[in-house]
């Protein structure tokens, strides 16, 4: 994917999610200034991610990790270590994490974006990443391997029920476009 291109699926995704509109603008901007050096963790300050949120077939699941750093339930995702085709991050990403060799099914186009802060961690100085989500699903019966440097667990739950495991915003938005997408 061509950078340019990804500026069209951004724009795309805030035609259709206005309430994102101002982090889709300011992830497009970011581009805009740094184009291939936005990719790079090595721009200290912020830079873009890719992550991959997985439901089961059935849409009635979804498949987290919880990670080592941050102490949080999430979706796959990391870094784009120069690579402009996001999507391809994600998915990535998604392998590496979770031990799964089969390949997700993508739905869609980009499903969420995100500003966030990391904390400062072995020398890394805080900085924000500009993360880019798809969502993807498996057959719930794969089986996974996780990790282990920085995943303690992985774990299929419920979208009806997630609450009990999760509190952050993002996480449970993206839960109830699961929860309207699915008719749950």
Do not use: C
């Not at 440097?149 to 915003?169: A, C, P, Q, T």
């Amino acid at each position: 994917m061509l950078i340019d291109q990804l500026i069209i699926s951004l724009q795309e995704y805030w035609i259709i999610n206005r309430d994102n509109q101002s982090k889709s603008d300011e992830i497009i901007d970011w581009i805009e200034t740094y184009w291939e050096l936005a990719f790079k963790k090595e721009n200290i300050k912020w830079h873009v991610t890719g992550s991959l949120l997985i439901m089961n077939e059935e849409k009635t699941k979804v498949l987290l990790m919880f990670h080592k750093k941050l102490q949080l339930w999430l979706q796959f995702g990391g870094h784009a270590d120069g690579e402009i085709d996001i999507e391809n991050v994600a998915i990535r990403e998604f392998h590496e994490e979770s031990g799964i060799e089969t390949e997700p099914m993508i739905i869609g186009w980009i499903f969420n974006v995100d500003i966030h802060d990391i904390p400062e961690n072995r020398g890394t100085p805080t900085h924000k990443h500009f993360d880019i989500l798809y969502l993807g699903s498996i057959p719930e019966n794969t089986p996974f391997i996780r990790q282990e440097s920085e995943v303690d667990e992985i774990r299929w739950f419920d979208v009806l029920w997630i609450e009990k495991y999760i509190g952050e915003k993002r996480m449970l938005d993206m839960m109830n476009q699961i929860k309207i997408m699915s008719h749950v």
